[in-house]
């Protein structure tokens, strides 16, 4: 059974960073598209990033030149760097693990339904 937990997640004044981590365990990441959505309230949950097994990267418009998406598969780790945070970025972030447009962890994609496990999310709230 797959599980991810996310982990980073916190409090910030407006301007500052944040690193998310996602812990896998029950797949081999190396193989697997992965990614971070966020859910504010009232909204749906959007894909930020994206990042596939051959290490082609996606963002969002609204988190380009912010955010960096980057994996460690020896640790069945990856991350969400967040730098210059606003109040907008105030939502639940969960990370994701999924198939890919090639099947096979490949063809890195913003679209929800390319990815299929999920984890709890973790809070991050950004005050002015």
């Known amino acids: 059974q797959v599980q991810l937990v996310e982990s980073g997640g916190g409090s910030v004044q407006s301007g500052g960073s944040l690193r998310l981590s996602c812990a896998v365990s029950?797949?081999?990441?190396?193989?697997?598209?992965v990614g971070w959505f966020r859910q504010a309230p009232g909204q749906e949950r959007e894909v930020i990033a994206a990042?596939?097994?051959?290490?082609?990267?996606i963002y969002a418009d609204s988190v380009k030149g912010r955010f960096t998406i980057s994996r460690d598969n020896a640790k069945n780790t990856f991350y969400l760097q967040m730098n210059d945070l606003a109040s907008e970025d105030t939502a639940r972030y969960y990370c994701?693990?999924?198939?890919?447009?090639?099947?096979?962890?490949?063809?890195?994609?913003?679209?929800?339904?390319?990815?299929?496990?999920w984890g709890q999310g973790t809070q991050v709230t950004v005050s002015t």
């Open positions: 994701a693990t999924g198939d890919g447009q090639g099947g096979d962890g490949t063809g890195v994609t913003l679209e929800k339904s390319f990815f299929q496990s």
């Open positions: 029950g797949n081999d990441i190396a193989w697997y598209l």
């Open positions: 990042r596939d097994s051959n290490g082609h990267s």
